[in-house]
């Protein structure tokens, strides 16, 4: 009989910390400068250099820790982990091993079926970036290295073996994302590197306790990817094990172009790094004291958002899932709804107002935001946006009027106001025009009339249709409804 294996995961993840400098010297962390021209002595680790640590990087990782539930030690100590590699200019990385900042935390996922999981975390650490190595460059055979990334500041969040499908690695991976960059700590670019992880996978029989050997997946630059190389590397193991093989530790990394995996080198223990105290840093203290005022600062993060918009709102959960999928979106929305309601609103009145901002936006606005990390350029300024929707309300233009109207502000920039007043697109209401209108078509249409009266209501919408043609499309289509339902029925 064929046994069924169970799949064991566990993901560490690279976060960039959103400093101006790096982590240990005073060049710039920005990305996207020519090659080696943020370095110094400090981060190229030339003899007599000594480190300071970043007094923000300090603070956003204890931001990251108390937001996922860690506890934050107040005595941490930073460690020299020894490899030999072109990224690394000192021969060592600064980092914490044994007595890390960030100890014993959670995140509670969402699965595909609606489920919801908690995930252990092990522990958050800080430590600086190594630099980047460019394969295949110059000749095509050469490797060069640019220094710019050497020093930057990041956490390392190591995650327990809790998860046990790609799917589930990938719900944790952008939930933790987004915690992230909700809390102003990390961009979550995949793209340009600063928010990575490895990943790693074992699988074992199901209903045995011990882990069978894991291989560890590196350098996967999308959620997609993580995907689809986490499923790739239980198939594999399964394939080898299933063929009387056996699955030796090691180091992986994932081919998107022939979608395998592929061993890069054995596996290294924590023991192979030489890990020892940094005799050049004193060990870190952060006070109670301080800890409590970075956890009294810390920004309301997206779950909690999502489920007061939910509440308070009236939204759908898909209606805040969208809104909250990007930070700048999420102030974008609430700025627009809070003035959308005006000063002294009810529950209901907020709610209603919530509720017709969140339609607009996602059926109009989204399609014209860009996105770069943690900025986003929005087509029209909150306020802008509330003044068509208010126009809209008022029954000065239709919803349907509204989206072209919002189209013409985003290419000219000009308000809905004036836009509306210069091209004469304000409704006609008065009842008087419209009953006058609506007679007329009645008088020229007498057997849809014998139609209406016969029982076919559903010829309203003719007449309707009828009415804002001899209007120009310029009456307001509920109070067409109202007089020609009034004359119809009387």
Not at 226 to 241: F, G, N, P, S
Not at 292 to 300: G, S
Not at 406 to 417: I, N, S
Request: hydrophobic letters at 40%; one cysteine or more; aromatic letters at 6%.
């Amino acid at each position: 009989m064929a046994i069924a294996y169970e799949a064991i995961i566990g993901l560490e993840v690279h976060a960039q910390l959103l400093t101006r400098t790096k982590m240990f010297c005073g060049c710039s962390a920005s990305y996207g400068a020519p090659p080696n021209t943020h370095v110094c002595a400090v981060c190229l680790g030339l003899p007599g250099s000594l480190p300071v640590p970043n007094a923000t990087a300090i603070e956003f990782a204890v931001r990251a820790g108390l937001a996922l539930g860690c506890t934050v030690r107040e005595r941490s100590v930073f460690a020299r982990k020894n490899y030999f590699y072109p990224d690394l200019a000192k021969g060592y990385q600064i980092s914490q091993f044994d007595l890390p900042l960030n100890e014993r935390g959670h995140l509670e996922i969402e699965l595909d079926d609606g489920t919801r999981k908690t995930v252990g975390i092990t522990r958050i650490h800080v430590e600086e970036d190594a630099a980047k190595n460019l394969h295949g460059a110059g000749s095509g055979t050469d490797t060069l290295v640019d220094y710019n990334r050497a020093g930057v500041a990041l956490i390392e969040i190591v995650g327990e073996p809790d998860l046990r499908s790609a799917a589930e690695a990938e719900a944790y991976l952008r939930r933790l994302r987004e915690v992230l960059m909700f809390l102003g700590v990390n961009d979550g670019n995949l793209e340009e590197g600063s928010f990575r992880c490895d990943a790693n996978v074992s699988i074992r029989p199901v209903g045995q306790a011990k882990f069978g050997t894991r291989t560890e997946l590196k350098n996967i630059n999308s959620f997609r990817f993580v995907r689809k190389a986490i499923e790739h590397e239980l198939a594999r193991q399964e394939a080898v094990i299933s063929s009387g093989g056996r699955i030796v530790q090691e180091t992986r990394t994932y081919s998107s172009s022939e979608d395998k995996t592929i061993s890069m080198r054995s596996k290294e223990e924590a023991h192979d790094y030489r890990y020892f105290p940094d005799p050049d840093l004193p060990p870190l203290v952060v006070t109670p004291a301080r800890i409590e005022a970075v956890r009294a600062a810390l920004p309301e993060l997206p779950e909690a958002k999502r489920l007061r918009w939910q509440r308070e709102l009236g939204l759908t959960a898909s209606d805040a899932q969208v809104l909250t999928g990007h930070p700048a979106l999420a102030r974008y929305f609430e700025d627009v709804a809070a003035r959308a309601a005006g000063t002294s609103p009810t529950p209901e009145q907020r709610a209603a107002a919530g509720k017709r901002c969140a339609n607009f936006i996602q059926a109009e606005v989204l399609r014209h935001v860009t996105l770069h990390g943690l900025e986003a350029a929005l087509p029209v300024e909150a306020d802008a946006l509330v003044e068509l929707l208010t126009i809209v309300e008022d029954g000065t233009i239709s919803g349907k009027m509204a989206k072209d109207v919002f189209a013409e502000m985003v290419e000219t920039g000009r308000r809905a106001r004036k836009i509306v007043d210069q091209r004469g697109l304000a409704q006609v209401s008065d009842a008087g025009v419209i009953e006058a209108a609506a007679r007329a078509v009645l008088d020229e249409n007498a057997a849809q009339v014998a139609r209406y009266k016969a029982g076919k209501t559903t010829v309203l919408g003719f007449f309707v249709g009828q009415v804002m043609k001899a209007t120009k499309g310029a009456a307001n289509p509920a109070l067409v409804n109202d007089v020609l339902k009034r004359l119809l029925d009387a």
